[in-house]
Each structure stands twice: as structure tokens, then as C-alpha cells.
């Protein structure tokens, strides 16, 4: 199958902005990993719009691998695209928030500490 470039895809030149879609800091981390306007534009449509539900949204990459070969399928992109540098960017979006996500919930746990303990049977 042949691979078409996103800027022929009919309606894709009427692209608007989709940042006030977003998290302001899920967005920041879109445009560093130079994720294309029209991928934007499918992460809003599937409610992918925080850090937090897009990185836990595919339980593993070959779930998010199916997720972008659905999009090759429906904007006739073809196989080659799924190694496209816009593709690829979806990926270290999906790699870099998994990886924030996990780390703030890891300094956000509640501490089960001897102290922790000790403290609350001297409470009792």
C-alpha cells in the first residue's frame, strides 16, 4: 500500500489549532515531541487530551501501535507511515508521559514507613 503524505488528505489543509483542547502541560509535551497537528487532531477526537489518560489509555506499545495503524487505516496513510517521523512522535509522547505519570505517582504514594506505623499505634 502506498504511503500518502498528511498534507494531501482532504481536509487536512482546514486543520485548525487544537491547543485550548489540551492540558496546557500535556500540550507543552506535545509540541516538544513535535507531534503533527493533524495527530492532534485524533488525540482530541479520542479524548486523549491529558498527560494522565493518554498514558494510561494503551496498557502496552503494541496497544498504541494498533491505535496508529487505525489511523493509517482511516486517513489512508499505508503501512510505510507507521514509521514515519509523525508516528514515531505519537510514540515518544506515549514513552515520555508513561514514564512522567509513573514517577508522580510513585512521589505521591502514601509512605508505609516503620515511622508511619509507629505513629499511628501511638495514636491508638
Same mark, same amino acid.
Given at each position: 500500500m502506498r504511503s500518502v503524505p498528511l498534507d494531501?488528505? !482532504?481536509?487536512?489543509?482546514?486543520?485548525?489549532?487544537?491547543?485550548h483542547e489540551f492540558d496546557p502541560e500535556f500540550y507543552?509535551?506535545?509540541?516538544?515531541?513535535k507531534v503533527p497537528i493533524e495527530l492532534q487532531q485524533?488525540?482530541?477526537?479520542?479524548?486523549y487530551t491529558e498527560a494522565s489518560v493518554f498514558a494510561f489509555a494503551f496498557s502496552s506499545s503494541q496497544?498504541?501501535?494498533n491505535y496508529l495503524q487505525k489511523i493509517a487505516e482511516t486517513d489512508s496513510l499505508?503501512?510505510?507511515w507507521l514509521r514515519s517521523p509523525a508516528a514515531s512522535s505519537v510514540?515518544?509522547?506515549?514513552h515520555r508521559v508513561s514514564r512522567e505519570?509513573?514517577?508522580e505517582d510513585a512521589s505521591h504514594?502514601? !509512605?508505609?514507613?516503620?515511622?508511619?506505623?509507629?505513629?499511628?499505634?501511638?495514636?491508638?
Open positions: 494531501q488528505i !482532504p481536509g487536512m489543509e482546514d486543520l485548525e489549532s487544537v491547543e507543552k509535551t506535545l509540541v516538544q515531541c485524533h488525540l482530541v477526537d479520542a479524548g496497544d498504541l501501535d499505508g503501512d510505510d510514540r515518544w509522547l506515549f505519570v509513573k514517577s504514594s502514601v !509512605p508505609t514507613s516503620k515511622s508511619y506505623t509507629s505513629s499511628m499505634d501511638n495514636l491508638l
